[in-house]
């Protein structure tokens, strides 16, 4: 069972700021295109941001100028610097890891709560 494991949510006021972490398996993670998605209540999950093995990333267009996807290939750390929030971008976030070797294959973390609210 591969484990992701994120970190960081919380509750924040609009106009703040939140970091995610996310920890993937290194043999996965050096192959992975590593993205962040999120779904709020009542909503589809929708991805947020995603960065490829060879750092070439992506953004959904409601966040573009305010988050930003990292990765860190020794720690296998993929990040997500949410600045400036609002509280539509409350949902439960989730880590994405996707390998394409032969196959596409998905895994996922367990999810992480932004909460965004004065």
């Known amino acids: 069972q591969v484990q992701l494991v994120e970190s960081g949510g919380g509750l924040v006021q609009p106009g703040g700021s939140l970091r995610l972490s996310c920890t993937a398996p290194?043999?996965?993670?050096?192959?992975?295109?590593m993205g962040w998605y999120r779904q709020a209540p009542g909503k589809q999950r929708e991805e947020v941001a995603a960065?490829?093995?060879?750092?070439?990333?992506n953004y959904a267009d409601s966040v573009k100028g305010r988050f930003t996807i990292s990765r860190d290939n020794v720690k296998s750390t993929v990040y997500l610097q949410m600045n400036s929030l609002k509280p539509e971008d409350t949902a439960a976030y989730y880590c994405?890891?996707?390998?394409?070797?032969?196959?596409?294959?998905?895994?996922w973390g367990q999810g992480t709560q932004v909460t965004v609210s004065s």
């Open positions: 994405n890891a996707r390998t394409s070797i032969l196959t596409i294959t998905n895994y």
């Open positions: 290194g043999n996965i993670f050096s192959i992975a295109r």
């Open positions: 960065i490829t093995s060879g750092g070439n990333t």
